[in-house]
């Protein structure tokens, strides 16, 4: 589906660093920040995420907060649609649909603003990476509850081992750059 060179994905995977240990132990965090740092990687990540869906019909990029924000906004530039931050509750100052979803210990909760889609919209929801898949299916409900279509999913960095696309819809489309088994 990835069309994109992959001498520039070899280089977009080195430049993940992987941090163990990292919020708590057991975690093997991938933090992309590295790629933020280099203009040459940082629009090779743009451009890769954006070219699974440059015909998809996308009327807008749903990012979830906060390191949705990192790519999500250049995605939405490079695709030339608009951009929706979907956050954490009692962020967004105005009128908000709501969506709790359940975490390892407990629940959480995410906001978007109510004229952030509309009927019509075919939504691409966008994070950085897709762990157990909990927070992007959740990010789904939102959208579909709001009324508007889902033209799919976007990461950067898939982490094969939790399997999270098995919690997205089985007919969606996913877009993921970098997939890691470890
Ligand atoms: P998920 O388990 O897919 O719901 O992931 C929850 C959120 O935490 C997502 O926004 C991910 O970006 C982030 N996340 C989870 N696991 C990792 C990880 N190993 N490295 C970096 N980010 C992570």
Not at 115 to 137: F, K, Q, Y
Not at 159 to 165: E, H, K, P
Not at 176 to 181: G, N
Request: net charge negative; proline share 4%.
């Amino acid at each position: 589906m990835n069309s994109f060179p992959e001498a520039s994905v070899q280089s977009l995977h080195d430049a993940v660093r992987t941090v163990q240990d990292f919020p708590q132990p057991g975690i093997a965090f991938k933090d992309v920040t590295p790629i933020l740092l280099d203009p040459v990687l940082f629009r090779q990540a743009v451009e890769a995420l954006a070219e699974p869906f440059r015909n998809a019909g996308v009327t807008r990029i749903a990012g979830i907060e906060a390191r949705g924000f990192l790519f999500g906004l250049s995605l939405a530039r490079e695709l030339d649609v608009g951009f929706v931050p979907i956050r954490k509750q009692g962020k967004l100052p105005w009128r908000t649909y709501r969506m709790e979803y359940d975490l390892e210990y407990g629940t959480d909760c995410m906001e978007m603003h109510m004229d952030a889609v509309v009927e019509g919209d075919c939504i691409l929801i966008h994070d950085d990476v897709i762990a157990t898949g909990g927070t992007a299916a959740a990010a789904a409900k939102l959208i579909q509850e709001a009324g508007a279509e889902l033209a799919g999913f976007s990461f950067l960095v898939e982490l094969n081992y939790l399997s999270g696309r098995k919690r997205l819809a089985s007919d969606a489309l996913i877009g993921s750059v970098l997939r890691f088994d470890e």
